[in-house]
């Protein structure tokens, strides 16, 4: 069903957005017993932010850094917090290296 919506949605519009009818939840169906149902909703993968991005070929991308800093800034995550999880994710990459102009502040 969702994917009906969702090409739906696309025909009439390019842009989507989670407001539409593909991105709410499908509520129930039935199934062979009454008293159990089935839930589901799609999210837009899209939309999130990929801490993987932080690296690329063992370095830090300082444009990707400076993105998620604003993303925390924007749902209200402090600095410190947002600091201690780009550490976190630098460091669980051992080839990692910090080039001269690629600290993270």
């Not at 837009?44 to 932010?49: A, I, L, R, W, Y």
């Not at 830090?60 to 924007?74: A, D, N, T």
């Not at 080839?95 to 600290?103: E, L, M, N, W």
């Amino acid at each position: 069903r969702a994917a009906c919506c969702w090409w739906d949605s696309r025909r009439k519009s390019r842009a989507t957005h989670p407001g539409q009818a593909w991105a709410q939840p499908l509520g129930q169906s039935p199934s062979d017993r009454p008293e159990e149902g089935f839930h589901a909703q799609l999210e837009d993968q899209q939309g999130k932010f990929n801490l993987r991005n932080l690296l690329r070929n063992g370095q830090l991308e300082i444009g990707q850094l400076r993105s998620f800093e604003r993303l925390c800034q924007m749902i209200s995550i402090s600095d410190v917090l947002c600091q201690s999880i780009s550490q976190r994710v630098l460091g669980s990459y051992t080839r990692f290296s910090t080039p001269a102009t690629g600290q993270v502040s």
